[in-house]
């Protein structure tokens, strides 16, 4: 048994038992930029706006004006949270130093610890080389020239199919500080849902224009680590993904799209001493903000436990054992189609928000949107190389039911075959809700209902290894997105949250024995009539 083992159980028990260190208390006045920062790095701006020839469905491949509206509409800032709302930051909000600002893309904390670089090789608009997206400028930081999609190729391995033959790859790390900050020993946890959660954001994305998002999570992460020259216990690289590229050069073809600027010189250089002595590595260091950065034990070896190895690909078909089971309950309670949501994709991102206090059971749901959360929620896969494309799902949903429109209170599980609930326990879940819910940003009995995935977290592990802990928590963190995303297309208030006592939902559900783990909570409900709030934007 490995200590992903280990570090799932001390996740699922820290309701009751807490992880060390148990006094920390965060240093707000020290902590990390949202960003990483490379100052010496040109930056090129991104188009801010897609032209309608651009935005035509379906779409080729991608082109530099997609990229953007992708990075844009994920990572991009999109707006100022200035909401009257219930959670602990309000009062610092208004100050433009504390600013928070909204996102495509959920975070768990409102963090954002995942860095987004682009290897642009060639057939694509800029000088190939390596790119790092600075959210806060919409624009692309160059760390290095040259194209080094070959090393991206190789560090993925044999067995990586039709990622191994792009020309553009988007790799996604994680500076595990700037969230362990705040979550120290947990943010693991954390951060590996939140790289799910940007992944789906691209998939739900790119699907508009009839693209796939495919994400690769085994290869030589060491490798991809000496790339972006960063430390491998500091910075983890969580996910390759691969892009289809409009008319795109295929891997090898040395022809160069001119259009930014001719190479800078000594912006790559080989690492002495290691495997790959020949590798290009890039030498703009990301400067942090903190005076002091801990090291927390448990994150450290959590992470060296999963570290990714393209040896280890888990063969096709193989993740199957892991399936979810199949619906408890009974007594099936058939529920509408799902309508169409009336907003599209983009509009429903930039919408997106968590609804902190502000849920109003005066208004129940209505069991037509319901239905259709329920359902997205269902179908909603992470699409890595270790899942069939029709293969069984990992997750199972639960939903307690509050105050929808023609469904009894009570704890049901979804059957998304039959597109039914069927009952586990019947009654009100208010005062369960409310007594396992450790924070008090949320008055869960407000709720129209609060959804529950899970996922067998023990028999991933034991079919693909260690590696296995990111697969789930990008799996979960992919259906924590499409619940925002499809709450906000149909005007529902949502919000997402870690902070329960998970074995007390385990035991309320009757999952005790099976190893279905119930890893966050998703609150749905209707948000109170003309809540305050403050235009920046006409300010």
Known sequence: MGYAHVYAHA????????????????????????????????????????????????????????????????????????????????????????????????????????????????????????YHYAPHQHGLRRLLTGDVTGQVREALGAGAGAAAEAAQYLVLSVKYWQNAFKYNSFSFHAVSMDVGALVQTWRLWAAQYGLRIDPVLWFDEERLARLLGVLPEEEGVFAVVPLTWEDGTAPGDSTRVPGDSTAVPGESLPVPGTAGAADAAVRHRDVERSRQVLVFETLLRVHEATAGRAADRPAPGLLDQAAALAPRGADPLPLPPPPAPPADTGRALRERRSSFGRFDASRPVAADPFAAVLADCAATRYGTEAERPDGPPLTSLYAFVNHVEGIAPGAYAYDPAAHTLRLVKPGPPGPFLQRTYFLSNYNLEQTGAVLVPTVRTTAVLDTVGDRGYRLVGGTIGAVAQTFYTTAAALGLGAGVALGFDNIAYIEELGLTGTDEAPLLIMLLGHERPRPADFRHEIA
Do not use: C
């Not at 709302?85 to 600013?99: E, G, K, M, S, V």
């Open 11 to 130: 996740i699922m028990h820290r309701g009751r038992v807490p992880m060390e260190p148990v006094d920390f208390v965060p240093d707000w006045a020290d902590r990390p930029r949202k960003a990483k920062f490379h100052p010496d790095a040109e930056t090129l701006p991104l188009p801010a706006e897609m032209p309608d020839s651009v935005a035509q469905r379906p779409a080729a491949g991608f082109t530099l004006p997609l990229l953007s509206g992708l990075l844009r509409d994920s990572y991009g800032l999109t707006g100022r949270r200035l909401a009257v709302q219930a959670n602990t930051d309000l009062a610092a909000l208004p100050h433009y130093t504390h600013a928070n600002w909204s996102r495509g893309t959920a975070s768990g904390g409102g963090l954002y610890p995942v860095g987004i670089h682009w290897a642009a090789g060639p057939g694509g608009p800029l000088t190939p080389g390596l």
